[in-house]
């Protein structure tokens, strides 16, 4: 049974930085894309960033360089590292997995972690 579990949310103030790790069980990482999400209050869920299975990443062009997206195959978890974090980037921060896929269409992504919650404070 394919698990993710995101952690690493939390209160920080505008300018901090925060890393989220998302830990997988039941498939490989490296053999996926793995992709990064997150869905600010009272809004729709966005893409952030994705890695694909060769270690190519994309990134959401408004994150301008802020955000970088990782993966470490030994413990099978993908990171997201959030610097210069803004109020905006306040969010429920999901993890999620597209099999054949590398891009930000969410609707190609078939399994996905319960979340982390970021709260950024001005």
């Known amino acids: 049974q394919v698990q993710l579990v995101e952690s690493g949310g939390g209160l920080v103030q505008a300018g901090g930085s925060l890393r989220l790790s998302c830990a997988a069980s039941?498939?490989?990482?490296?053999?996926?894309?793995m992709g990064w999400f997150r869905q600010p209050p009272g809004k729709e869920r966005q893409f952030v960033a994705a890695?694909?299975?060769?270690?190519?990443?994309i990134r959401a062009a408004s994150l301008k360089g802020r955000f970088t997206i990782s993966r470490d195959n030994a413990k099978n978890t993908v990171y997201l590292q959030m610097n210069s974090l803004k109020p905006e980037d306040t969010a429920d921060y999901y993890c999620?997995?597209?099999?054949?896929?590398?891009?930000?269409?969410?609707?190609?992504?078939?399994?996905w972690g319960q979340g982390t919650q970021v709260t950024v404070s001005s």
């Open positions: 999620a997995v597209a099999p054949a896929y590398f891009g930000p269409m969410i609707s190609k992504y078939d399994r």
């Open positions: 039941g498939l490989t990482l490296s053999a996926y894309t």
């Open positions: 890695i694909n299975w060769s270690g190519d990443t």
